[in-house]
């Protein structure tokens, strides 16, 4: 089962987290305030940003990535895939049951 890693500009990430899990692509969305440094366009930005890790699963993997896509404010969004290697099975099985 996946977690997704995504970012998104504050004023965005809101939509997106309740996005995802009233559309049931993630159980749960935890979101976390960070400062990005990156270079676009031949400049280095300093951006505030939100990380989004969306527990999802296997099966709901490719809609969220879609969905994110549709949604998502900028260009190129950053979405990642963490498989995990082991997961305590009573938030397997209520991620499984939360996720369609």
């Given at each position: ?65 879609t969905r994110v896509r549709e949604v998502h404010p900028y260009d190129v969004p950053c ?22």
């Amino acid at each position: 089962m996946p977690t997704v890693y995504i970012t998104a500009p504050p004023e965005a990430a809101d939509e997106l987290a309740d996005r995802l899990v009233e559309e049931r692509l993630a159980a749960c969305v935890n979101r976390l305030a960070t400062t990005s440094t990156y270079r676009w366009d031949g400049e280095i930005h300093h951006d505030d940003e939100e990380v989004l890790l969306a527990k999802t699963t296997d099966e709901a993997y490719d809609d969220l990535v879609t969905r994110v896509r549709e949604v998502h404010p900028y260009d190129v969004p950053c979405i990642e895939r963490f498989d995990e290697s082991d997961v305590l099975d009573s938030f397997a099985e209520w991620r499984a049951e939360s996720v369609e």
